[in-house]
C-alpha cells in the first residue's frame, strides 16, 4: 500500500469557499459563524480512511453538537474508482455513520484549492476561517498498532473551541493519493 503525505498548507490560509453537492444533490458551502470549520478529504475504498471511518464518525457526533461545522469531500476519479462515485457514497456515509455532509468534488478543483494529497486529509479553520491545524487524526495506521483515538485533530478541535493556539507542532497526514483524473494533477507535488 503506496503512502502520500499531506502538502502541510500553510497555517494561516483562508478557507478556499465552495459549493459541492452531497450525495443527494444538495450543495453545501462554508458557513458564516461557525466557532470552527472541519475539512476532511476522504473516500470510500483507501485503506487509511476504512481504518479511521469509526473515528470520523465519532467526531462528527461529538463535535457537530458543539456548532463545528465539518464536512468531508471526495475528490477522486470515479472513472478510474467507480466504488467513490456518489452513489457509493451515500452507502458509505450511511454505513459509517457520518453525520456531516459528504461532498462530491467532481472537477476536483476544491482539493486542488486546499492542496489535498491523500485520504485523509484534514484542515481545521477557526472562527475567522484561518487554518490553525492540517495533519494527521492521530498516530495510527493500518497495521501499527497503534489505537485509532484521533488525538491530534480532537486536541486542535477542543483548543479552538476553547479559544487557546492550536499546538504548531504538526505531523503530516498520510494516506492514499487523492486519484487525480489523467491531465489533472496538480503542481504542488514537483
Not at 476532511?40 to 480512511?49: A, K, S
Not at 461532498?103 to 475567522?128: H, I, N, W
Request: net charge negative; aromatic share 10%.
Amino acid at each position: 500500500m503506496a503512502a502520500t503525505e499531506s502538502q502541510m498548507l500553510p497555517l494561516g490560509t483562508p478557507a478556499p469557499d465552495f459549493s459541492l453537492p452531497d450525495t443527494a444533490g444538495r450543495h453545501w458551502s462554508l458557513p458564516d459563524g461557525a466557532p470552527a470549520v472541519l475539512v476532511m478529504f476522504i473516500c470510500n475504498h483507501c485503506p487509511f480512511v476504512i481504518h479511521v471511518r469509526e473515528e470520523l464518525a465519532r467526531i462528527g457526533r461529538d463535535y457537530g453538537g458543539r456548532g463545528v461545522a465539518i464536512f468531508a469531500i471526495n475528490a477522486n476519479d470515479v472513472t478510474t474508482h467507480p466504488d467513490d462515485g456518489p452513489d457509493k457514497m451515500a452507502v458509505e456515509a450511511e454505513r459509517a455513520g457520518y453525520t456531516f455532509p459528504y461532498l462530491f468534488d467532481e472537477s476536483q478543483s476544491v482539493a486542488k484549492a486546499y492542496r489535498a494529497a491523500c485520504t485523509p486529509d484534514f484542515f481545521l479553520f477557526d472562527g475567522d476561517r484561518r487554518l490553525v491545524y492540517r495533519g494527521q487524526l492521530d498516530g495510527s495506521r493500518p497495521g501499527n498498532d497503534v489505537p485509532v483515538d484521533g488525538r491530534d485533530l480532537r486536541a486542535a478541535l477542543e483548543a479552538v473551541l476553547d479559544g487557546r493556539d492550536v499546538d504548531p507542532d504538526q505531523r503530516p497526514s498520510i494516506g492514499c493519493n487523492i486519484k487525480w483524473r489523467a491531465g489533472n494533477a496538480p503542481d504542488y507535488f514537483g
